[in-house]
Nanobody
């Protein structure tokens, strides 16, 4: 069992930046594929970014490509989502997720493929 705790959310003006953190504890998270999802009111949870356990491969959704970046530090059991050029449509609760299948290259983009979830952190972008 792994526990994930997100932090770093808040209120920011459009065009600003935020960095979210996801700290993992419990069973080692080193070999988990990690991802960030977000959910805006009335919308389904959507994939934002993912990173393999080695950190060698990352993917970003088209809506955030060029503005966001995902990274990880396995010894620190932490994953970050650096968000820049924020837009009001980025407003959502952001969730960290872990896939424990130890894939080297595959990064799932659907919620059902992730085993562990954090409680989420709110990001609000004002216009």
């Amino acid at each position: 069992q792994a526990q994930l705790v997100e932090s770093g959310g808040g209120l920011v003006q459009a065009g600003g930046s935020l960095t979210l953190s996801c700290a993992a504890s419990g069973r080692t998270s080193e070999r988990y594929t990690m991802a960030w999802f977000r959910q805006a009111p009335g919308n389904e949870r959507e994939f934002v970014a993912g990173i393999t356990w080695s950190g060698g491969r990352t993917i970003l959704s088209d809506s955030v490509k060029g503005r966001f970046a995902i990274s990880r530090d396995n010894p620190k059991n932490t994953v970050w989502l650096r968000m820049g050029s924020l837009k009001p449509e980025d407003t959502a609760i952001y969730f960290c997720a872990a896939d424990n299948r130890r894939s080297v290259l595959y990064i799932p983009s659907t919620t059902t493929e992730y085993t562990y979830w954090g409680q989420g952190t709110q990001v609000t972008v004002s216009s």
